[in-house]
């Protein structure tokens, strides 16, 4: 079997649908399934026009036009009209390269699929008007073809799920197929005791969209308050717009309230890390902090509760799924008072211990990678 993959922009650039995208081809190449990934030079120097990643297949296409982040090549074009495949999956919508799988798969008699990272109706959190007249437009003259006539939408979450269907997709094509991640990479023999300073952790993009100014308004209380325990928090992460219509300056705003109100020993900036190093801060943080307003799934919040932490984020992406038993539930608003309250909760070891064990069962039972590419296997075959 061959499933060909594309996507608009790929590794060394690294971002979520590339992240499983890749996860994918490797796991899928690892059982003997061929699962090249197309691509282009989209945000990436000095790489290869083809290159084996690990055990993955890349081809990378120069583009013509640019508009916004829709990548015109057409050669990839013609080279996907002279390869033999049994499915072409694509990832995100409004891509041309997923506008491109799907005319393929239909000239070539082949089923056609497509992940859609949240791209159907995100933009409706994150652009601003008039920018998000662009992509209605799009819906309009191409009526989502790409995503309505696809033989298979893959989505990450119940909340993306119900978003599919709110976009028009019939309940018949969805199919709900959250990341994966290799449990063991984050497996943490933990320690709970009573703290005076409890390591609070934040990673992630640094966006307007995951609001961190009133995580640090309650720390500031908190700290005021308490007299024998205080919290630091620890952001892991750089600043990118969510969107090109986004104010820049948040990592800026986040580090003046820092200065002014003297927390410079309880709050630390550090920008991204490697894979390798960011799991040390995993191992040795006490708690995890996920504020959005909006995840299509949020990856960091798998990894988190993979280790072992007590996860404190808004009910957004995999949250619901992940967290279901109430001990588990530690899920704030935008209100300082709100999340201080949830902060206090886990300074309690034995509640950290319990959230900690029941957060890792769900992660093993339900999320290890060899679980989730055993549902790709079935889908693929189901459709070929």
Same mark, same amino acid.
């Given at each position: 079997?061959?499933?060909?993959?594309?996507?608009?922009?790929?590794?060394?650039?690294?971002?979520?649908?590339?992240?499983?995208?890749?996860?994918?081809?490797?796991?899928?190449?690892?059982?003997?399934?061929?699962?090249?990934?197309?691509?282009?030079?989209?945000?990436?120097?000095?790489?290869?026009?083809?290159?084996?990643?690990?055990?993955?297949?890349?081809?990378?296409?120069?583009?013509?036009?640019?508009?916004?982040?829709?990548?015109?090549?057409?050669?990839?074009?013609?080279? /996907?009209?002279? *390869?033999?495949?049994?499915?072409?999956?694509? &990832?995100?919508? #409004?891509?041309?390269?997923?506008?491109?799988?799907?005319?393929? =798969?239909?000239?070539?008699?082949?089923?056609?699929?497509?992940?859609?990272?949240?791209?159907?109706?995100?933009?409706?959190?994150?652009?601003?008007?008039?920018?998000?007249?662009?992509?209605?437009?799009?819906?309009?003259?191409?009526?989502? #073809?790409?995503?309505?006539?696809?033989?298979?939408?893959?989505?990450?979450?119940?909340?993306?799920?119900?978003?599919?269907?709110?976009?028009?997709?019939?309940?018949?094509?969805? &199919?709900?197929?959250?990341?994966?991640?290799?449990?063991?990479?984050? @497996?943490?023999?933990?320690?709970?005791?009573?703290?005076?300073?409890?390591?609070?952790?934040? $990673?992630? #993009?640094?966006?307007?969209?995951?609001?961190?100014?009133?995580? /640090?308004?309650?720390? !500031?209380?908190?700290?005021?308050?308490?007299?024998?325990?205080?919290?630091?928090?620890?952001?892991?992460?750089?600043?990118?717009?969510?969107?090109?219509? +986004?104010?820049?300056?948040?990592?800026?705003?986040? !580090?003046?309230?820092?200065?002014?109100?003297?927390?410079?020993?309880?709050?630390?900036?550090?920008? *991204?890390?490697?894979?390798?190093?960011? !799991?040390?801060?995993?191992?040795?943080?006490?708690?995890?902090?996920?504020?959005?307003?909006? *995840?299509?799934?949020?990856?960091?919040?798998?990894?988190?509760?993979?280790?072992?932490?007590?996860?404190?984020?808004? @009910?957004?992406?995999? =949250?619901?799924?992940?967290?279901?038993?109430?001990?588990?539930?530690?899920?704030?608003?935008?209100?300082? #008072?709100?999340?201080?309250?949830?902060?206090?909760? $886990?300074?309690?070891?034995?509640?950290? @211990?319990?959230?900690?064990? +029941?957060?890792?069962?769900?992660?093993?039972?339900?999320?290890?990678?060899? !679980?989730?590419?055993?549902?790709?296997?079935?889908?693929?075959?189901?459709?070929?």
């Amino acid at each position: 079997m061959k499933i060909i993959r594309t996507i608009e922009s790929f590794y060394p650039k690294v971002h979520g649908p590339a992240n499983q995208a890749f996860k994918i081809s490797s796991e899928l190449e690892k059982k003997e399934i061929s699962c090249p990934v197309y691509t282009t030079f989209f945000d990436v120097k000095k790489v290869s026009r083809k290159e084996i990643i690990d055990n993955v297949k890349v081809r990378r296409f120069k583009d013509k036009i640019r508009l916004f982040k829709y990548i015109y090549s057409p050669d990839m074009k013609k080279r /996907l009209l002279k *390869e033999k495949f049994d499915v072409i999956h694509s &990832h995100c919508y #409004r891509s041309y390269q997923s506008d491109l799988g799907y005319e393929v =798969a239909k000239v070539k008699k082949k089923p056609f699929v497509l992940s859609t990272h949240g791209t159907l109706l995100s933009y409706k959190y994150f652009v601003k008007f008039p920018w998000n007249l662009v992509f209605e437009f799009y819906d309009s003259i191409t009526q989502k #073809r790409t995503a309505k006539k696809a033989d298979a939408i893959i989505v990450n979450s119940s909340q993306e799920y119900k978003e599919a269907l709110k976009f028009g997709i019939k309940k018949s094509k969805i &199919h709900l197929i959250p990341v994966g991640i290799d449990y063991n990479d984050y @497996k943490v023999k933990r320690s709970f005791k009573d703290k005076k300073v409890l390591d609070l952790l934040y $990673v992630g #993009r640094i966006t307007r969209n995951r609001p961190l100014m009133p995580t /640090l308004k309650a720390i !500031k209380k908190i700290n005021e308050t308490l007299l024998e325990n205080k919290i630091k928090l620890i952001i892991i992460g750089s600043e990118v717009r969510s969107s090109f219509s +986004a104010k820049k300056g948040y990592l800026n705003e986040l !580090k003046r309230f820092v200065k002014i109100n003297k927390l410079k020993d309880y709050v630390e900036f550090i920008s *991204e890390l490697d894979r390798k190093e960011l !799991k040390k801060y995993y191992k040795n943080s006490d708690a995890f902090i996920y504020p959005s307003v909006y *995840e299509n799934f949020g990856q960091p919040i798998l990894e988190a509760a993979a280790s072992g932490l007590p996860v404190i984020c808004s @009910k957004v992406g995999i =949250a619901s799924d992940l967290f279901l038993e109430n001990k588990q539930k530690l899920f704030i608003s935008n209100d300082p #008072r709100q999340i201080a309250s949830q902060i206090l909760n $886990v300074i309690n070891p034995d509640l950290r @211990k319990q959230v900690s064990k +029941a957060n890792v069962k769900v992660v093993r039972e339900k999320f290890t990678w060899d !679980k989730i590419i055993e549902k790709y296997v079935k889908l693929y075959k189901t459709l070929s």
